[in-house]
Structures are given as structure tokens and as C-alpha cells.
């Protein structure tokens, strides 16, 4: 090879280097310096709260999110229990919490009942302590001394009190058995803000009043089947006014079944109005114990107190879309 030829390659060399040097210099300066100028400006930068990522190794399919599983939770519902206006004004009612659907106990009495009092200027209900003995289906009567008796109603067999999981937390109490009709009462002290067991009575209660002189005045209707002898038995006690005992204060026996009971004082002691499935009686009590047959051959679909000396009867005249009305002097 002659020299010129050599020569030549070697300069053909050296450009083709000088080329790849060149190239080389400028991807440094146009791509690897600015990441490198961007990389030291961020880590000189305050740390930035960034969204979480997932962790998912590159080229594995993203994670799929957990479903989210809605626990079934108790929902809180008026009791079927009237409401009381108390002395001081307030409204008084009764509410149960009540086991998600599909919940299951042993016993036949779950829902936990507890009464509530409305606050008027905010309209909130604060509930009050639980009933301990899970009484269902009572009278409440307002005592003379402003304490709360809860009477009559049904009541499970056994109450059992479950341990305390705190020094201040609530008393919990578990009912088991079937709820059967009750012949003892509940009283709350809205001062101490605490339950406690009131009289024995010697039957059932059905409903209650408090009289003016503030005793309390109580009818039981015991429905009598099988055998010679059916119909309803109708017991009548009265507790003193500070509420320690119940005295029997009169009974009778009616041919007919009745359940529906009404109570109002009167002049002379009180009236009671019963009914079921047609058959409608009514009595006037005495304090004496004295029971005796009142508004006989009178029939009413409503009853209400007027004020102290009469009851308005809404009557039926036949026709399903007309009514009457008639007033009658307590006795």
C-alpha cells in the first residue's frame, strides 16, 4: 500500500472518531446534564406530599382493591309506648334499638328499650339510662314526687346483668325467656338518673293513672278461656302516693273478652272503658273498691276527655264515611 493511501485512512480515522466525540458531547449537554441539573434541584427542593402509588412490581397486573363489606349496624326506632308531657314541661317517649336484620338470640326479647326526653329549643332527643328489666308494652305514669314508674306490660322470665366493662359505663342487662304479662314496675329517679324496682302488685297491669291525690289507680284485664267459665276478669289496685305498695281495690268478671282499656278520673272516682272485636263494656270505680256497670247500651269507635267532667263518645251512625259525636258527664 502506498503511502498516500495510508495516510488517508488514517485521516478518514481520526474524523470518524471526531464525529462520535462530537455526538457524544452533545447528548451530554442536551440530555444528561439537564436530568442531572433537574435531579439536584429537586433534592434541594422541599419534600412534596405525593398521592400513595401502588407498589405493584413492574410487569405484574395492579393490585385489585379489597371490596369495602358494610357491617349491618342497630338502628334506633320509636317505641309503640304513649308519650308522657312531664310536670316540668318536657316530652317524654321511649325508643328500642333494634338487632340488624338477620340477628339471632336465644331468647324471644331483644330489642333494647330506653326512654328519651326532647329538649324543645334544639329538638334532640337525650336518651335516658336503659331499662333494666327490658319491660315492653307498659303504662308510664308520672309520680307525685316527679319520679317515672314504668307499669304493667310484659317482661322477660330472667334478667341477667352482664359484667361491667368500665367504672362508668352503662349497666347492660341480657333478658332470657319468653316476655310474659308482668305484675312488677320500674322506677327511674330523674335526679339520680338511675333505675330501681318499684312495688309488687298482685296482678297484671293493663294500663294506669295517677289521680289527683296522687295515688296511682291500676286495671288488669286477665282473659279467662277453656273450661266452664270464659270471658275476662277485671282486677282493679291502687299504689299510695309515695309509691311503696299496691292494695287491692275492686274486681268483677265480664261474659265478653276484652282487652282495650281506657282510664279517666272522675268526680267520684274513676271510669274505665273496655272493648275488643265489638263487644264494648264500661264501669265506674269507686275508692270503696265499688265496681259498677256504666254507659249501658252506649257504643263508641273514640273516646276523649273534654276536661274533668266529661267524655266526648265518637259513635258510628252506620255509614262508614259519617260519624257522631255524644258528651257524657262523668259521674
Known amino acids: ?22 455526538v457524544s458531547a452533545m447528548n451530554y449537554w442536551y440530555k444528561t446534564l439537564p436530568e442531572r441539573m433537574a435531579r439536584e434541584s429537586a433534592r434541594q427542593a422541599p419534600p412534596a406530599v405525593l398521592p400513595a402509588r401502588d407498589k405493584t412490581p413492574a410487569g ?4 385489585v382493591a379489597a371490596p369495602v363489606v358494610e357491617v349491618p349496624q342497630t338502628r334506633e326506632v320509636d317505641a309503640d309506648i304513649p308519650r308522657l308531657t312531664l310536670a316540668d314541661g318536657r316530652t317524654l317517649g321511649f325508643a328500642t334499638t333494634r338487632k340488624p336484620a338477620g340477628h339471632t338470640e336465644d331468647w324471644a326479647v331483644t330489642d333494647v328499650i330506653h326512654p328519651w326526653v326532647l329538649v324543645e329549643e334544639t329538638q334532640q332527643k337525650i336518651s335516658l339510662p336503659v331499662i333494666p328489666s327490658q319491660r315492653e308494652a307498659f303504662t308510664p305514669v308520672q309520680l307525685a314526687d316527679g319520679r317515672l314508674a314504668l307499669i304493667g306490660g310484659r317482661t322477660p322470665r330472667d334478667i341477667v346483668a352482664l359484667e361491667s366493662k368500665c367504672a362508668d359505663c352503662a349497666d347492660e342487662y341480657i333478658p332470657f325467656g319468653e316476655a310474659t304479662a308482668s305484675t312488677t314496675t320500674d322506677v327511674f329517679d330523674f335526679e339520680s338518673g338511675a333505675w330501681s324496682k318499684g312495688p309488687t ?39 299510695d302516693r309515695e309509691f311503696t305498695r299496691w292494695e287491692k281495690a275492686g274486681e268483677t268478671h265480664s261474659e265478653s273478652r276484652l282487652d282495650g282499656a281506657r282510664l279517666f278520673e272522675s268526680r267520684s272516682g274513676a271510669v274505665m272503658l273496655l272493648s275488643k272485636e265489638g263487644s264494648q263494656r264500661a264501669y265506674h270505680w269507686t275508692p270503696r273498691g265499688r265496681l259498677k256497670p256504666w254507659l249501658e247500651g252506649e257504643s263508641w269507635i273514640e273516646v276523649e276527655q273534654l276536661d274533668e267532667r266529661h267524655l266526648q263518645l265518637t259513635q258510628s251512625t252506620g255509614d262508614a264515611q259519617r260519624s257522631k259525636k255524644k258528651i257524657v258527664e262523668l259521674p
Not at 9 to 16: A, D, E, G, H
Not at 60 to 63: E, R
Not at 221 to 239: F, N, P, Q, W, Y
Open 60 to 63: 405484574d397486573a395492579p393490585a
Open 201 to 239: 302488685a298482685d296482678s297484671i297491669g293493663t294500663t294506669a293513672i295517677r289521680l289527683r291525690d296522687g295515688s296511682v289507680l291500676k286495671l288488669g284485664l286477665v282473659e279467662i278461656s277453656g273450661g266452664e267459665r270464659t270471658g275476662t276478669d277485671i282486677h282493679v289496685e291502687t299504689a
Open 1 to 22: 500500500m502506498s503511502d498516500f493511501e495510508s495516510s488517508l485512512q488514517k485521516w478518514l480515522l481520526i474524523f470518524i472518531v471526531g464525529i462520535a466525540i462530537t
